[in-house]
């Protein structure tokens, strides 16, 4: 209720489904950890769970994933947390959020979400990196690299464009493993364009050469001939 303006009272926030899906992942998380024999019994127990709560919710969260306190999911349609995904405390993420992996082994490859995290609708969150606390993911950006602490992110791929509450130049600058390096991609496609515009002018060169040698032909050409071109109808 803190968190959300339209939320007017309890009974509104228990038709919540992002607070039916916590509810359900705790349960189903409760069993995958279950250490009784046969562990891999209840681990399936937990994932039948889990789709079931896929089902009713539209929110789709592995058994596997380890969640703070408070996290709230702001209406919830289309969110997808992968098995390794851990988030903390005071989180607070929107609809169509996906914090996925990239690799298929099994490994850490989910992100790793601080404390008093805003993620924003449609964000996809991606690979086995950190977001540091207080961090602000915009909505639709594209995150595969670590965030530090207290950043504002945006766009595609994600940019870093305040720090500590400073804004940050992010003029040809994209987030890498070192912050905000120059992307390697932007010098590429730049290099391109040199090339191309290099060819137009080779080219155009060309066409003013080849232009240049018909006239003079023509200038040559013998009159005897030129008479007979005019007689066939060529120019």
């Not at 009713?56 to 999911?73: Q, S, Y």
């Not at 903390?88 to 790793?112: A, Y």
Request: glycine share 8%; aromatic share 6%.
């Amino acid at each position: 209720m803190r968190r959300d303006p339209a939320a007017r009272n309890v009974w509104v926030v228990l038709t919540y489904p992002g607070v039916h899906a916590i509810i359900l992942h705790r349960l189903a998380h409760w069993f995958w950890n279950l250490k009784l024999p046969p562990r891999e019994f209840w681990k399936f127990v937990g994932r039948c769970i889990s789709q079931f709560s896929r089902f009713l919710t539209g929110i789709e969260i592995h058994p596997g994933a380890r969640i703070g306190r408070r996290f709230f999911i702001d209406h919830g349609m289309g969110v997808v947390i992968g098995e390794t995904a851990e988030i903390g405390d005071d989180v607070l993420m929107f609809h169509q959020v996906t914090l996925g992996g990239t690799r298929f082994d099994r490994t850490k490859r989910h992100p790793t979400v601080g404390n008093n995290v805003l993620i924003g609708m449609g964000a996809k969150v991606i690979g086995a990196i950190t977001i540091g606390d207080n961090s602000k993911i915009g909505a639709n950006a594209v995150v595969n690299r670590d965030v530090p602490p207290n950043c504002t992110v945006v766009g595609v791929p994600g940019r870093i464009v305040s720090r500590d509450g400073l804004r940050v130049d992010t003029e040809n600058e994209v987030m890498d493993n070192i912050t905000n390096r120059v992307d390697p991609q932007d010098e590429v496609i730049r290099e391109l364009r040199q090339r191309l515009e290099l060819l137009e002018q080779h080219l155009e060169k060309l066409d003013d050469h080849l232009t240049h040698h018909e006239q003079l032909a023509r200038f040559t050409q013998d009159p005897e001939d030129v008479a007979a071109d005019k007689v066939v109808g060529k120019p």
